[in-house]
């Protein structure tokens, strides 16, 4: 069964510096979208992306965060200068379509670990 | 704006009993959807229910829905050790990105 994969697994970056967390969504899917989990709390809607701009974002997704779609199959997730409550789980998940049974699909994460 | 609050929070049972989970929500909603995670993982969609459903099943999995409480209720029927996770409720927003509650941690002891 076709996935979502993130890249990497755990990323260890200096306070002030920049990181870009990949992700390839389904290779069919239209609809793209970034959360995060901060360690115990709840998970967070960052960005939904759609026809290569924006439609949706929260208030956490300010002007250090951004996302691209740089070529067919990658969908990135740049932060520019990190802080360290940026430390959480980033996870991407794509769909299908529009419509409300649309389910999403979930990669495995990306640790993010500001030090 | 907060949605899909979890209760309990966790939830520790032997295996072979069954495990209830309950959500509340607070704005009107089209369909609630239930995630697991097992740790260290991505989320898994286990099942949708849409507003105009009462119950659904898929396998060991019992959803009901109460729109006029705002409340759902996620059933795992003779839990296994593999059941083990969080487990999280979540309703569309207006651009169908998801809204998240707390979650429950369940332990099913062997």
Same mark, same amino acid.
């Given at each position: 069964e076709p996935e979502v994969t993130q890249t990497p697994s755990h990323q260890v970056t200096q306070m002030g510096q920049e990181v870009i967390l990949r992700c390839v969504p389904i290779s069919n899917h239209l609809y793209f979208y970034w959360y995060r989990q901060i360690l115990g709390q709840k998970v967070e809607f960052l960005v939904s992306f759609y026809n290569n701009e924006i439609s949706e974002k929260s208030e956490i997704f300010d002007d250090q965060f951004s996302v691209e779609r740089p070529d067919g199959s990658n969908f990135t997730l740049k932060i520019r200068s990190t802080k360290l409550e940026d430390s959480a789980m980033y996870f991407c998940a794509s769909r299908? @379509?529009? @419509?409300?049974?649309q389910p999403q699909h979930f990669g495995d994460g990306t640790r993010l670990s500001i030090l | 704006s907060q949605q899909g609050e979890e209760d309990p929070q966790a939830l520790s049972i032997q295996e072979g009993e069954n495990a209830t989970m309950n959500c509340s929500y607070k704005t009107s909603i089209n369909n609630l959807q239930w995630y697991r995670q097992n740790s260290g993982r991505g989320l898994v969609h286990l099942i949708l229910i849409r507003s105009n459903e009462r119950e659904k099943h898929s396998g060991r999995l019992r959803v009901t829905l109460d729109t006029s409480k705002k409340s759902s209720s996620l059933l795992i029927t003779a839990s296994r050790a593999a059941d083990t996770a969080s487990y999280f409720c979540a309703t569309f927003g207006g651009n169908y990105q998801l809204i998240w509650g707390a979650g429950t941690k369940l332990i099913i002891k062997p």
């Open positions: 299908l @379509g529009q @419509g409300d049974n | -």
